[in-house]
């Protein structure tokens, strides 16, 4: 089945700061990779996502890139922030009869310090 | 808020006995999603069900079991409780049958004693 690598586990940066996670995935036949942001005791919450038919996607600080030759994919998050501390997950699904199954990395925690 | 919602928010029960959480998707979503979320697992996905027929099964326990009603809501039954069983429950739902933007739920903390 599909096997998704995420580091780093923790990382910690200074406000201002890009912070950058990586993602790789065994699957190639895997087309979806969504990013979640969980916050300590809430549910994992959306934050964006990328389709194998596109290689980059930005939504405002945040960005997606996307390398299916080498099954990584990757999320930077530009001029950090407090409020960015969190858990961030990847994950990834390959449709077909997986359907809707997404398959999440461990988990990153990431500290913004003010 | 996603629009999911899940009941109850929290449950304590015993070793061996059984319970029930029940989520309802967004207005709208006909596939629903189970996942569990423990320390040492990580987030994993359990089960899907789309418009009342299951659709994807995961690392899901025999002595689990779920389903979808005719409005659409979904619970996920676990019975014979073991100690390793506590962990989060989410339930998230989307539109279509695949995993595009699934919206997750607050969750049940299941605690087994």
């Known amino acids: 089945g599909e096997n998704v690598e995420q580091h780093p586990s923790t990382l910690s940066v200074q406000e201002g700061d890009s912070a950058v996670i990586k993602c790789t995935y065994s699957d190639s036949a895997s087309n979806y990779f969504p990013w979640y942001k969980q916050e300590l005791g809430k549910r994992p919450q959306l934050i964006i996502d990328?389709?194998?038919?596109?290689g980059e996607k930005k939504d405002q600080r945040i960005a997606v890139t996307l390398n299916k030759t080498a099954k990584h994919f990757s999320l930077h998050i530009t001029e950090t922030q407090p409020e960015d501390s969190a858990v961030y997950f990847c994950?990834?699904?390959?449709?077909?009869?997986?359907?809707?199954?997404?398959?999440f990395g461990q988990g990153t925690i990431l500290t913004v310090h003010p | 808020d996603s629009g999911v919602t899940q009941t109850p928010k929290h449950l304590i029960t015993a070793t061996g006995q059984r319970v029930t959480l029940r989520c309802s998707p967004r207005?709208?979503?006909?596939?629903v999603y189970w996942y569990q979320q423990s320390l040492d697992q990580g987030l994993q996905f359990l089960i899907q069900y789309y418009n009342g027929e299951e659709r994807a099964k995961g690392n899901i326990l025999e002595r689990f079991s779920a389903q979808q009603f005719p409005d659409l809501h979904s619970e996920l039954n676990l019975s014979s409780l073991e100690l390793g069983d506590s962990a989060l429950y989410f339930c998230?739902?989307?539109?279509?049958?695949?995993?595009?933007?699934?919206?997750f739920g607050p969750g049940t903390r299941l605690t087994v004693t």
């Open positions: 994950a990834a699904s390959k449709g077909g009869t997986s359907y809707g199954k997404l398959t």
């Open positions: 998230a739902s989307s539109h279509g049958q695949g995993a595009y933007e699934q919206y």
């Open positions: 990328i389709r194998s038919n596109v």
């Open positions: 207005s709208g979503d006909l596939s």
